[in-house]
Structures are given as C-alpha cells and as structure tokens.
C-alpha cells in the first residue's frame, strides 16, 4: 500500500524565513510526486510533478527536489501570501492519489 | 485558466436521504476522479472513471456509492442513503493524461444532520 508522511506537521516562519518542508514514501513503482497548495476551504491547486529522483522544478520562491525515498520543498524569503496547507502526494500502479496529512505553513510579516 | 466546476458549494442534507454532487470536468480531459476530504483528515481517494465506467475505487466507495457521466460534460457522485460520516468535503478532479496535470474544483462541502 503506498504511504506518504509529511513533516512537520505544522511551519510557522517570519517573512523572508526559508525553510524546507519534507515528503517520505512509500510506493510500488513511482509514476510521479506532486506538490499541491491547499487553502482553506478549497480544493488542492496543483504545483509540481516530479518523476525521478534527482530531478527539481521551481515556481516563483518554491523549489521541488526529489530522491528515491523523499522529496523536498523549499521555500526562499517566503511571503504571507504563502500561507497555505502544503499537501504532498504520490501515484503508484495506478492513477489515484496517495495524500499525505500536509503541513500548514504560516508566514509572519 | 480552464477549471473544475462543482455544484453545490456547500449541501445540508438529513442522514437516510439521498444526495447528489455535480462536477464539470475540464472539457478536453479524459479522466474524472471524486475524493473526500473529513475535516482534519487526509485527503481521501474514492472513485476513478475512464471511458463511462470505473477504473478503480477504494474500499470507502461501497455499494452506497455511485458516479455517472450523464451527458458530455456533467460528472456526479450520488449517495444514495447518507451516515453522518459522510460529511466532508468532496472534491472532483479530471485529468487529461493519467495521474498528470490533475485539476482540483473547489469542492462540495456535504453536512450530513
């Protein structure tokens, strides 16, 4: 069964604070990784796509690295506006989505 | 941008009645998905539909569950006799390509009373 853990739980940063969020998983043959931002009461709006270890994409103050067991996204002199549930997930076998729990992240002015 | 649209944003509902929640998945994708979302709690996958009929579901979409593809735009998921549990927010996502470039709609908030 594919698993994915994500860390922390929770992130509270001050403006221009980087920091990394973490996914761990565990697949049966990795189709991909995404990254989605959450927002409260809202559907998850999609970010990234990794497909092998080793790769990494970036969007504005938000890059996406992968290894074989991880993936990271790391956050460069964050805004409020980034504010958000971070949620991780993964596809195996099959086409579904495989969540983690996400981190909340909140960023201070 | 193209999006996923759903219906109603938010639905109150007597436990034992049935429901139903509507999407309109992007219009050149192939692949249409519902997941649920408990409060506090991960998001959940339920159902996934290629070529009018399922591909996969998990084990919380029993027998009180099902979707249809009515005409050439709707997607829904009916309850047919709701639980308490139930409540949740739903999401409907479609996808072009497999598990690529899944697009979210805003989701369904379903109360269960």
């Known amino acids: 069964e594919d698993q994915v853990t994500q860390s922390p739980e929770a992130l509270r940063l001050q403006e221009g604070e980087s920091s990394s969020l973490n996914c761990s998983y565990t697949v049966s043959g990795l189709r991909g990784l995404f990254w989605y931002r959450q927002d409260p009461g809202k559907g998850p709006e999609f970010l990234f796509t990794l497909y092998s270890a080793g790769e990494e994409k970036e969007k504005e103050r938000l890059k996406a690295t992968l290894t074989k067991k991880e993936s990271f996204l790391h956050i460069t002199a964050p805004k409020p506006e980034d504010s958000a549930t971070y949620l991780c997930?993964?596809?195996?076998?099959?086409?579904?989505?495989?969540f983690g729990k996400g981190t909340l992240l909140t960023v201070n002015p | 941008e193209p999006e996923v649209t759903q219906t109603p944003s938010h639905q109150v509902t007597q436990m034992g009645q049935e429901v139903i929640l509507r999407c309109v998945p992007i219009?050149?994708?192939?692949?249409f998905y519902w997941y649920r979302q408990i409060l506090g709690q991960k998001v959940e996958f339920l159902v996934s539909f290629y070529n009018n009929e399922i591909s996969e579901k998990s084990e919380i979409f029993d027998d009180q569950f099902s979707v249809e593809r009515p005409d050439g735009s709707n997607f829904t998921l009916k309850i047919r006799s709701t639980k308490l549990e139930d409540s949740a927010m739903y999401f409907c996502?479609?996808?072009?390509?497999?598990?690529?470039?899944?697009?979210f709609g805003s989701g369904t908030r379903l109360t269960v009373v």
């Open positions: 996502a479609s996808s072009e390509m497999g598990a690529d470039g899944y697009t």
């Open positions: 219009s050149n994708h192939l692949y």
């Open positions: 997930a993964v596809t195996g076998s099959n086409y579904k989505l495989t």
